[in-house]
């Protein structure tokens, strides 16, 4: 009896530290925000790298898209080549 009471104690205590572990993950990934040299700012840097680039409207159907994703034609930014080809719709 006295040994399920300790193994009860046991899975609560893996349980809390299993959380507290998860938490603290948790909190690491903000702590990232404040470093940019803190480990696992791969993708930080790289949602930086979204948030700079700058969008441009598809000039047949308005889609904006980002500059490095669009399709350039007649001095004009498309959403893909098939709205190159249809041209600019105003
Ligand atoms: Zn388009």
């Excluded at 809390?16 to 572990?21: D, E, P, Q, S, V």
């Excluded at 690491?28 to 969008?55: F, S, T, V, W």
Aim: hydrophobic share 40%; aromatic share 6%.
């Amino acid at each position: 009896m006295r040994n399920l009471l300790l193994f009860v104690l046991f899975l609560i205590g893996l349980f809390y530290a299993r959380r507290a572990l998860r938490g603290k993950s948790g909190n690491a990934g903000k702590a990232a925000d404040k470093g940019p040299d803190a480990a696992g700012g791969g993708r930080q840097r790289e949602a930086e790298h979204l948030e700079i680039e700058q969008m441009v409207a598809c000039a047949h159907c308005g889609l904006h898209v980002p500059e490095s994703e669009s399709v350039r034609g007649a001095g004009e930014f498309f959403c893909s080549d098939e709205h190159r080809r249809l041209g600019v719709r105003r």
